[in-house]
């Protein structure tokens, strides 16, 4: 198993997020965008609807056809232009975002929104649990420079419940800080896709102390965002003076709100699943499998029970019959990688979920595991904030900053009618 570096950052610090404003034209349920993952070419078009839709901005490569990474300044001119004609505005204090999703299952996930210091070393501990792609890295690195921002927050957690006795105080009254925030007027309140969504801004130096002995000493294992995150570690180590040392983070206390851990399968199109099967030393595919799929499972030896072996053996394979990586694609739904598989007369390899309680112990220890191998749910809408790494250098527009929250909710309350949203159901 290969092995990973810990980092250390300052904990979550306050930010001036850029943040749609009545400017947008359209309630955010019309505007935001799902988490990255959840989002298919197919669905591409119709979350992209709205002339102000953030998938413009976070996803423009579903919309032109080009890959990910390809023509970065198109963010960046169309990050300036949204900023410049007030559609983002930003805030004037620096704050802490609480977020709330709220999904029609009765699952609830607050979680902390603030900018990690990568230049600024303190009692944080950042440690990944999953291997990166090297080209994607460079690729979000340079994405990232060019857009001068972070448009979507790396998902971080720590289980609570863990603190011992000298953390635990600084625990309890984190945890119930956010209670109290949470119980106050949201800035924003939408549905979408029968998840409800709010966000509180935190300003005032008294939560805010307390929200930062809340975080600190913490080891903080990375749930999503690992390409983003060794992204913002290479433009540091580019340059260590520069405003790319601040990275978006969403802090979750998986000990209040778990997260569920699914497999992400692999697809292999325009490999038959003879061909993948010959490669593996099996002859043709078992009468019980689909044509499409081989459960990886099935291929390795019975006394073999640790589910990353499955992981293991899938790149062997890969690595026999694509050995230059291309036609292999990821997919978190088994349905839709067996259907995907079908249409390009490809093979799903199906594999199984790993335990979040595995996938942080191995963190714990610095061990790192495939790409890809698990999909952590829930994962932060996107659009709600935005942090710009030159927050100065925001154009200047009669309606780009609010000074108070109650000024913001009733802008988009009022204009914009932001509690309903059509074809949802709403859970009780």
Wanted: hydrophobic share 40%; net charge positive; aromatic share 4%.
């Amino acid at each position: 198993m290969r092995t990973g570096t810990r980092s250390t950052a300052a904990p979550l610090r306050p930010f001036r997020a850029l943040r749609y404003g009545p400017a947008a034209g359209g309630p955010p349920h019309g505007l935001l965008s799902p988490p990255g993952d959840g989002v298919t070419a197919d669905r591409a078009t119709a979350l992209a609807a709205h002339p102000h839709a953030f998938l413009r901005l976070v996803r423009p490569d579903l919309l032109e056809g080009r890959g990910p990474g390809e023509r970065p300044d198109d963010t960046a001119r169309l990050l300036r232009a949204w900023t410049a004609r007030g559609v983002l505005r930003q805030d004037a204090d620096p704050s802490l975002y609480v977020v709330e999703q709220r999904t029609g299952d009765a699952r609830v996930q607050r979680g902390l929104i603030g900018v990690l210091d990568l230049a600024h070393p303190g009692s944080a501990e950042v440690r990944p649990h999953e291997e990166v792609d090297p080209h994607r890295v460079r690729a979000q690195a340079r994405r990232r420079r060019a857009a001068g921002a972070d448009l979507e927050p790396v998902l971080l957690c720590f289980d609570g419940s863990d603190a011992g006795p000298a953390a635990a105080p600084s625990t309890e009254a984190g945890a119930a800080c956010l209670d109290r925030v949470a119980a106050g007027r949201p800035l924003v309140e939408t549905w979408a896709e029968g998840c409800r969504i709010r966000l509180w801004r935190v300003d005032d130096p008294v939560r805010l102390g307390v929200l930062d002995a809340y975080l600190a000493g913490r080891s903080l294992c990375i749930a999503d965002g690992h390409h983003r995150w060794a992204a913002a570690e290479e433009q540091y180590r580019t340059d260590p003076t520069g405003p790319g040392r601040t990275l978006l983070a969403m802090v979750v206390d998986v000990g209040r709100h778990p997260l569920t851990s699914s497999a992400i399968h692999r697809v292999l199109t325009g490999v038959p699943a003879a061909e993948l099967l010959a490669a593996a030393g099996e002859a043709s595919p078992l009468p019980s499998r689909p044509e499409h799929a081989v459960d990886v499972r099935g291929l390795l030896p019975d006394r073999v029970r640790d589910p990353l072996a499955a992981y293991r053996l899938a790149e062997r394979l890969i690595a026999r019959v694509r050995p230059d990586g291309r036609g292999v694609e990821f997919e978190a739904h088994r349905d839709r990688a067996v259907a995907r598989a079908a249409a390009t007369s490809g093979t799903a390899l199906i594999l199984p979920p790993v335990a979040f309680s595995a996938v942080r112990e191995r963190a714990a220890r610095g061990l790192l595991m495939p790409r890809k191998t698990t999909s952590l749910t829930p994962k932060p809408w996107s659009g709600l904030v935005v942090h710009r790494h030159h927050p100065e250098s925001t154009p200047h527009h009669p309606d780009c900053t609010s000074h108070h929250p109650e000024e913001q909710v009733c802008d988009w309350r009022e204009s914009e009618s932001i509690t309903t949203a059509p074809s949802t159901t709403r859970p009780s």
